[in-house]
């Protein structure tokens, strides 16, 4: 019973900037690993960045050094700032939240976002 509320995409032009939000609501006991995704039409999803709840990061290679995550665990939210886009980074991106519910804290559960929109076009 928990939901993720992507905000932040939209169209840019490449070489520029976005910053996407996630804020999670709802029984949480505790949410662990939080991550973003991204999914192009035709492609499979694909693994952007995660980080832990004590601010361990993890990134593909192909948004190392331009992509940054980071998280308030005091608002539940996860935040991914994206420089230096490219064409290539569009696709509709995913928030995505290992939690625990507050009624059941002992198992281990995955919610997932609705996806916002990035566009990255002249």
């Known amino acids: 019973q928990v939901q993720l509320v992507e905000s932040g995409g939209g169209l840019v032009q490449p070489g520029g900037s976005l910053r996407l939000s996630c804020a999670a609501s709802g029984s949480i006991f505790r949410i662990d690993t939080m991550g973003w995704y991204r999914q192009a039409p035709g492609k499979q999803r694909e693994l952007v960045a995660t980080i832990t709840s004590g601010g361990s990061t993890y990134y593909a290679n192909a948004m190392k050094g331009r992509f940054t995550i980071s998280r308030d665990n005091a608002k539940n939210t996860v935040y991914l700032q994206m420089n230096s886009l490219k064409p290539e980074d569009t696709a509709v991106y995913y928030c995505?939240?290992?939690?625990?519910?507050?009624?059941?804290?002992?198992?281990?559960?995955?919610?997932w976002g609705q996806g916002t929109l990035v566009t990255v076009s002249s």
């Open positions: 995505n939240a290992d939690y625990r519910d507050s009624r059941s804290p002992y198992n281990a559960l995955d919610a």
